[in-house]
């Protein structure tokens, strides 16, 4: 089994910055592709940052140029820095990784911004 775990979460105010974390283990050899999707209540999950195996990344129209997705290959972590945070941000924050046409899921990381 391939075990994925974010970390960083919390409460901060409009403006401020988050580090989000995702730690992949076990079974994984490599990550392919890595994702972040964020969920506010009530809505749809959705895709914020993609980072491929060759550092390749794309991001959503909202987090252009506050986002940014980075990762360590040794490691298999990964992580998705936020910087000016709005309201808006607010949500579930979770890791999603691909690795040989498996698909893992993190348990998510609350992010909380506040005006």
């Known amino acids: 089994q391939v075990q ?5 979460g919390g409460l901060v105010q409009a403006g401020g910055s988050l580090r989000l974390s995702c730690a992949a283990s076990g079974s994984i050899f490599s990550i392919n592709v890595g994702y972040w999707y964020r969920q506010a209540p009530g809505k749809q999950r959705e895709l914020v940052a993609t980072i491929t195996s060759g550092g390749t990344t794309n991001y959503a129209d909202s987090a252009k140029g506050r986002f940014t997705i980075s990762r360590d290959n ?3 972590t990964m992580w998705l820095q936020m910087h000016s ?3 808006e941000d607010t949500g579930v924050y979770y890791c999603r ?4 046409g498996r698909v ?3 348990k998510g990381t609350q992010v909380t911004v506040s005006s």
């Open 104 to 106: 893992s899921w993190g």
């Open 74 to 76: 040794a490691n298999n």
């Open 97 to 100: 990784i691909d690795s040989k």
């Open 4 to 8: 994925v775990l974010e970390s960083g």
């Open 85 to 87: 945070l709005k309201s």
